[in-house]
């Protein structure tokens, strides 16, 4: 039996005033309702083989909200400098992203960084996952779609959602299901899947932690009616277990450092790792660029049977390139391409 809950704002809750702002920038936006409309798929730019979208907070918002207010079944994550180097080392987690997900996010301000570098995309601010989550919020709570908390643990769950009512005192908070931190039976998987459609729920965040909440959410692509957001650490972040470090802290791109001094036991050797790696493959493909030889872009080893690219019908056609067709790595991916089109439109 699966023991979601149901939590409701109070019904005479008003609202707290939100501090108007420009939407590329890291506090919320205006709190103008605006009609929502179904938005054109967002460009993505290659980012070492991994498409990252080029977007801000209230775009990535109302793309969401979109999706989940028609109950689409739409993939979303937020990739920061480890999630991005986990893509680049582990090929059948990069092919997940690049195939399965609608909208990927650059949530570190490294990657960010890399794409104006590599791409001069005029990004004048990350969309951090434990960011964009409250854009959301404020965007769903005006047009009644409710959210589902899949993941993390019980305590975690009923923090973020006490802290997500406190904001948001009419948004709808359909149902929880705290992981198992096992992978699921069939059964129970199926069973999820019953309640999650059964709340009604348009929205489901997933936080499963990297890279384990990517898997789920695409292999849950086309199975949930749903917009699933991974975006694990925001639990801990809106539940008030932990803390994001100050502003100034986050806009010079070292948060990590404020984590990691937080807890060196168990990040040390993860920075160490991934960010020597991401310089080196930001060295690599500025020399690329500049010698016009672009990598090619992360794809499935073998063919997903059944999976529905993001790029088109067929899987693997973004990787798919003729032997005499180019691959490159700094240009932009086209969301319209069709099975047809074997390589990524150039730059």
Same mark, same amino acid.
């Given at each position: 039996?699966? +023991?979601?809950? $149901?939590? !409701?704002?109070?019904e +005479?809750?008003?609202?707290?005033?939100?501090?108007?702002?420009?939407?590329?920038?890291?506090?919320?936006?205006?709190?103008? *309702?605006?009609?929502?409309?179904?938005?054109?798929?967002?460009?993505?730019? +290659?980012?070492?083989?991994?498409?990252?979208?080029?977007?801000t907070?209230?775009?990535?918002? %109302?793309?969401?909200?979109?999706?989940?207010?028609?109950?689409?079944?739409?993939?979303?994550t =937020?990739?920061?400098v480890?999630? &991005?180097?986990?893509?680049? $080392?582990?090929?059948?987690?990069?092919?997940?992203? +690049?195939?399965?997900? %609608?909208?990927?996010?650059?949530? @570190?301000?490294?990657?960010?960084?890399?794409?104006?570098?590599?791409? !001069?995309?005029?990004?004048?601010?990350?969309?951090?996952?434990?960011?964009?989550?409250?854009?959301?919020?404020?965007?769903?709570?005006?047009?009644?779609?409710?959210?589902?908390?899949?993941? /993390?643990?019980?305590? $975690?769950?009923?923090?973020?959602? #006490?802290?997500?009512?406190?904001?948001?005192?009419? &948004?709808?908070i359909?149902?929880?299901?705290?992981d198992?931190?096992?992978?699921?039976?069939?059964?129970?998987?199926?069973?999820?899947?019953?309640?999650?459609?059964? /709340?009604?729920?348009?929205?489901?965040?997933?936080?499963?932690?990297?890279?384990?909440?990517?898997?789920?959410?695409?292999?849950? !692509?086309?199975?949930?009616?749903?917009a699933?957001?991974?975006?694990?650490?925001?639990?801990?972040? @809106?539940?008030? &277990?932990?803390?994001?470090?100050?502003?100034?802290?986050?806009?010079?791109?070292? #948060?990590?450092?404020? !984590?990691?001094?937080? #807890?060196?036991?168990?990040?040390?050797?993860?920075?160490?790792?991934?960010?020597?790696?991401?310089?080196? &493959?930001?060295?690599?493909?500025?020399?690329?660029?500049?010698?016009?030889?672009?990598?090619?872009?992360?794809?499935?080893?073998?063919?997903? #049977?059944?999976? =529905?690219?993001?790029?088109?019908?067929?899987? $693997?056609?973004?990787?798919?390139?003729?032997?005499? /067709?180019?691959?490159?790595? %700094? /240009?932009?991916?086209?969301?319209? *391409?069709?099975?047809?089109?074997?390589?990524?439109?150039?730059?």
């Open positions: 039996m699966n +023991n979601a809950h $149901t939590y !409701r704002a109070p +005479n809750r008003v609202p707290e005033n939100r501090v108007n702002d420009d939407s590329s920038s890291d506090s919320l936006s205006s709190t103008t *309702t605006t009609a929502i409309v179904p938005a054109s798929p967002i460009e993505r730019l +290659n980012v070492f083989g991994i498409g990252v979208s080029v977007t907070y209230a775009e990535a918002a %109302d793309a969401i909200v979109a999706a989940g207010k028609q109950r689409q079944s739409y993939a979303m =937020a990739l920061a480890h999630g &991005l180097i986990e893509a680049v $080392t582990d090929v059948h987690f990069g092919a997940l992203i +690049n195939e399965r997900f %609608d909208l990927v996010t650059p949530d @570190g301000m490294p990657v960010k960084w890399a794409m104006n570098l590599l791409h !001069r995309a005029g990004l004048t601010s990350r969309v951090a996952g434990p960011e964009v989550i409250w854009h959301v919020f404020e965007r769903a709570e005006q047009e009644g779609v409710s959210i589902f908390l899949y993941g /993390s643990t019980g305590e $975690t769950c009923r923090l973020f959602a #006490e802290a997500i009512i406190a904001r948001h005192p009419k &948004l709808l359909a149902g929880i299901q705290p198992r931190f096992r992978d699921a039976t069939p059964e129970e998987d199926m069973a999820d899947i019953e309640v999650i459609h059964d /709340s009604g729920a348009g929205i489901v965040l997933v936080g499963r932690g990297c890279p384990r909440q990517e898997r789920w959410v695409a292999d849950h !692509r086309g199975k949930v009616d749903a699933m957001l991974a975006v694990g650490a925001a639990f801990d972040f @809106g539940a008030g &277990l932990k803390s994001r470090p100050p502003e100034v802290i986050q806009r010079l791109g070292l #948060e990590w450092a404020w !984590r990691l001094a937080a #807890e060196p036991k168990r990040l040390w050797r993860r920075y160490l790792s991934t960010n020597s790696r991401f310089l080196a &493959l930001l060295s690599q493909a500025m020399v690329r660029r500049a010698a016009g030889k672009p990598s090619p872009l992360i794809a499935t080893p073998a063919p997903l #049977e059944g999976a =529905a690219s993001r790029f088109g019908t067929m899987p $693997t056609q973004i990787t798919r390139a003729t032997p005499h /067709s180019a691959m490159a790595s %700094d /240009s932009a991916i086209s969301p319209d *391409t069709t099975p047809d089109d074997k390589t990524v439109i150039a730059q």
